[in-house]
């Protein structure tokens, strides 16, 4: 049974920094590809940051050169850093593993003074 536990979400001032973990429990192959996504109140999830090799990452227009997405040396954990962060960024992170479709309980994130 592949388990994706998130951790790391909390209350942030506006223009501070969180990060993310994703880990892993359980067997895969590869922890690649892997997601974060995120769920504001009353919107879609939508897709933040992806990464689909240890240096190949794509991300949303709208935290282009704010987060960053990483994976450990141990291949068992996914991170995203949050830097300068807005009030715009307040929802609930997710992870997501798509070749096997599983989802991660959710870290709340919220960016208010």
């Known amino acids: 049974q592949v388990q994706l536990v998130e951790s790391g979400g909390g209350l942030v001032q506006p223009g501070g920094s969180l990060r993310l973990s994703c880990a892993v429990s359980?067997?895969?192959?590869?922890?690649?590809?892997m997601g974060w996504y995120r769920q504001a109140p009353g919107k879609q999830r939508e897709l933040v940051a992806i990464?689909?090799?240890?240096?190949?990452?794509n991300y949303a227009d709208s935290v282009k050169g704010r987060f960053t997405i990483s994976s450990n040396n141990a291949g068992n954990t996914v991170y995203l850093q949050m830097n300068k962060l807005k009030p715009e960024d307040t929802a609930v992170y997710y992870c997501?593993?798509?070749?096997?479709?599983?989802w991660g309980q959710g870290t709340q994130v919220t960016v208010s003074s």
């Open positions: 990464i689909t090799s240890g240096d190949n990452t």
């Open positions: 997501y593993y798509p070749p096997y479709n599983y």
């Open positions: 359980g067997k895969i192959f590869s922890i690649y590809p």
